[in-house]
Nanobody, 126 residues
Framework: QVQLVESGGGLVQPGGSLRLSCAAS????????MGWFRQAPGKDREFVAI???????YYVDSVKGRFTISRDNAQNTVNLQMNSLKPEDTAVYYC????????????????????WGQGTQVTVSS
């Protein structure tokens, strides 16, 4: 059974930092893209960041320069370092992994990901 388990969420003041981690078990995703999505209350789940099999990354414009996604294939984990956090970053953050290869592209639609974590709350407030 494939499982993705996120950790690292919490409450942080504006301008602060958090590091989210996602540990995958049940299968290896070393040749597949992994990403982070988020969902704020009353809004759709939106793409945040993706890292592909070769380490290439892509971000939604609103987090570029502030967030960094990374992966450790040996540990089957993906991380999201979030700096300069803003109140509008408040959401439940979900780790996702795709069973597709998507070589040469960056899948940003939630429907391109088959495996999801349970989510971790990030709240940015003073």
């Amino acid at each position: 059974q494939v499982q993705l388990v996120e950790s690292g969420g919490g409450l942080v003041q504006p301008g602060g930092s958090l590091r989210l981690s996602c540990a995958a078990s049940g299968r290896s995703f070393t040749t597949n893209p992994m990403g982070w999505f988020r969902q704020a209350p009353g809004k759709d789940r939106e793409f945040v960041a993706i890292i592909n099999w070769s380490g290439g990354t892509y971000y939604v414009d609103s987090v570029k320069g502030r967030f960094t996604i990374s992966r450790d294939n040996a540990q089957n984990t993906v991380n999201l370092q979030m700096n300069s956090l803003k109140p509008e970053d408040t959401a439940v953050y979900y780790c996702a992994a795709s069973s597709g290869s998507y070589r040469g592209t960056f899948p940003t639609s939630r429907y391109q990901y088959q495996y999801w974590g349970q989510g971790t709350q990030v709240t940015v407030s003073s």
